[in-house]
Each structure stands twice: as C-alpha cells, then as structure tokens.
Nanobody
Framework: QVQLVESGGGLVQAGGSLRLSCAAS????????MGWYRQAPGKQRELVAAITSSASTNYADSVKGRFTISRDNAKNTVSLQMNSLKPEDTALYYC?????????????WGQGTQVTVSS
C-alpha cells in the first residue's frame, strides 16, 4: 500500500508559477513510477508528467518546456514545478504511484489539489 498526499495548489494569475508536492508513505517509494495527472471539469483525466525510478521523465505536449517533474527518493516525495501557467492549466491535479510486475499492477492516487489559473 502507498498513501499519497498532495500539497501546493492554489490560485495564480496567468504567467505565474506554482509548485506541487506529493508525499508518499507505506511502501518502497523508489520502485514506483510517479506521475502527476490532471482533470478539468467535463474532461477526462490526463497525464501531465511522469518520472521513473531512474529519473527518466515524460511530459504531455501541452506542458513541455513549462513544467518540470522531480523526485527525491530519500524523502519519498515527488514535485511538479509549473511555470508560465495558462488558464487552460486549471484543473484538479492528482499524484499517482504506479508499479507493475508480471502478475500485478499497482496504482495509487492522492486526493488531488486544485490549481486555478486566472486570465
């Protein structure tokens, strides 16, 4: 089991920055692929960024060059630095921990943190 707690959301003007953090507990954090997803009202949840245990990263095209994901395996945390925010970045942001074996897929979610970008 993995418990995830997000923090750092809020209201910001377009062009501003926010840093989201996710604290994980309960399992071997370093074994998990960590990701940030978001869901805007009326839309499907989408992947924003992900980082593997070896720190390889993947970003949605819409956030490339503006967002940076990082992890600290010693502190069991993953962060998302969001710069040059746009109104279309407004969404509920979720932290995700993912691990798969030949037989089992593990997926854990935080409760989400709201990001609102005003124009």
């Amino acid at each position: 089991q993995v418990q995830l707690v997000e923090s750092g959301g809020g209201l910001v003007q377009a062009g501003g920055s926010l840093r989201l953090s996710c604290a994980a507990s309960g399992s071997i954090f370093s074994a998990y692929v960590m990701g940030w997803y978001r869901q805007a009202p009326g839309k499907q949840r989408e992947l924003v960024a992900a980082i593997t245990s070896s720190a390889s990263t993947n970003y949605a095209d819409s956030v490339k060059g503006r967002f940076t994901i990082s992890r600290d395996n010693a502190k069991n945390t993953v962060s998302l630095q969001m710069n040059s925010l746009k109104p279309e970045d407004t969404a509920l942001y979720y932290c995700n921990a993912h691990h798969s074996t030949a037989r089992v897929i593990y997926d854990y979610w935080g409760q989400g943190t709201q990001v609102t970008v005003s124009s």
